[in-house]
Antibody
Framework: QVQLQESGPGLVKPSETLSLTCTVS????????WTWIRQSAGLGLQWIGRIHSTRGANYNPYLKSRVTMSVDTSNSQFSLKLNSMTAVDTAVYFC?????????????WGQGTMVSVSS | EIVLTQSPGTLSLSPGERATLSCRASQSFSSSYLAWYQQKPGQAPRLLIYAASIRAAGIPDRFSGSGSGTDFTLTISRLEPEDFAVYYC????????FGQGTKVEIK
């Protein structure tokens, strides 16, 4: 059974870069699209973007200039970097699996990790 | 961007009653790319329905989805105590966007 687990800092200072990692257990990262989604009271559920080990990355147009995603198939992990953090970026961040077709629902979710932006 | 608007914001019902949740899109898209999720407090969303009407693995048949174009519906035929939660629709045709959610609460 595939499981996802986010890891990273719970607190980030304004203007700094958030770095989160998702570890995939029970399966390989070589297929499927690996996604980051965040949730806050202000923005609701927001898709940040996705990455595939061979097909590259796609990002939310509203966040594209600030986002970088990568995947490490040897360690079954994928990562998110979001720069120029502000209070608006305070949210629960989920790592999520999307099916391999390119247009699929999100079938497996991590438990989420709370990230606060504050000095 | 496809904007999804869910209604009502809150649905107050009793166990055993039928729940009907609506999701309306700002532009038409293929029903193949509409999903519904359930979220309980402190948990991640859980996939219920994909392709507008196909139940995900392990989802009870009291959950059903329908619709096409710009109007989609999630129906829970008879509410069980564990069904009181927030429900989100999501499209995956163009980029990915979610509705703002409908809370199903105990009356």
């Amino acid at each position: 059974q595939v499981q996802l687990q986010e890891s990273g800092p719970g607190l980030v200072k304004p203007s700094e870069t958030l770095s989160l990692t998702c570890t995939v257990s029970g399966g390989s990262t070589k297929s499927y699209y690996w996604t980051w989604i965040r949730q806050s009271a202000g923005l609701g559920l927001q898709w940040i973007g996705r990455i595939h080990s061979t097909r590259g990355a796609n990002y939310n147009p509203y966040l594209k200039s600030r986002v970088t995603m990568s995947v490490d198939t040897s360690n079954s992990q994928f990562s998110l970097k979001l720069n120029s953090m502000t209070a608006v970026d305070t949210a629960v961040y989920f790592c999520v699996r999307e099916g391999s077709s390119g247009k699929d629902a999100f079938d497996i979710w991590g438990q989420g990790t709370m990230v606060s932006v504050s000095s | 961007e496809i904007v999804l608007t869910q209604s009502p914001g809150t649905l107050s019902l009793s166990p055993g009653e039928r729940a009907t949740l609506s999701c309306r899109a700002s532009q038409s898209f293929s029903s193949s790319y509409l999903a519904w999720y359930q979220q309980k407090p402190g948990q991640a969303p859980r996939l219920l329905i994909y392709a507008a009407s196909i139940r995900a693995a392990g989802i009870p048949d009291r959950f059903s989805g329908s619709g096409s174009g710009t109007d989609f519906t999630l129906t829970i035929s008879r509410l069980e105590p564990e069904d009181f939660a927030v429900y989100y629709c999501q499209q995956y045709d163009t980029s990915r966007t979610f509705g703002q959610g409908t809370k199903v609460e105990i009356k």
